[in-house]
């Protein structure tokens, strides 16, 4: 039997044990823990190998994807307005795209269920030169009207 054979057995026979070691290890000694992760990081950061990796688009860097992402809905919000049509809300987080005569489905196929979906349909706007039949809408407009048949909450 191998070395490493017989440690993962002896784990499995006394992990309660173990687990509750560690534990109580890691609440006394929180300094050490510190300082021993500040080394592995200041490590990973010297060799390069930090998990957050520049996202390049077109020549383009971006920190990370989700910056890419933000700026990619901040030139589509931009272009169709910064506020919802119905009631002005103008907080970028609850804003959508709403499709005016409600055929979101012509416009193509994405990944899933057959149409475009978040980033998916920003990047679909821009490269369609952002077609018309397109407005601003918060979350709730947008699904009021979608519940109540193309009619707004607000405006029964």
């Known amino acids: 039997m191998t070395r490493k054979k017989r440690q993962q057995l002896y784990y499995q026979k006394h992990k309660e044990k173990m687990c509750h070691y560690a534990r109580e290890w890691a609440k006394n000694n929180k300094d050490k823990r510190h300082i021993a992760r500040k080394k592995r990081y200041l490590k990973l950061k010297e060799l390069g190998l930090l998990k957050t990796r520049p996202y390049i688009v077109g020549g383009k860097i971006y920190p990370t994807k989700k ?15 910064i506020k919802c049509f119905c009631c002005g809300e103008n907080n970028l987080s609850f804003l959508n795209i709403d499709h005016i005569n409600d055929n979101g489905r012509e416009h193509g196929t994405g990944k899933k269920n057959g149409k475009y979906k978040g980033v998916a349909l920003y990047r679909f706007l821009i490269k369609n030169n952002y077609p018309t039949g397109i407005q601003t809408a918060c979350f709730n407009c947008n699904m009021g009207r979608r519940i109540n048949g193309g009619i707004c909450p607000h405006k029964t």
């Open 67 to 81: 910056s890419y992402n933000s700026d990619i809905k901040k030139q589509v919000f931009s272009h169709y307005g």
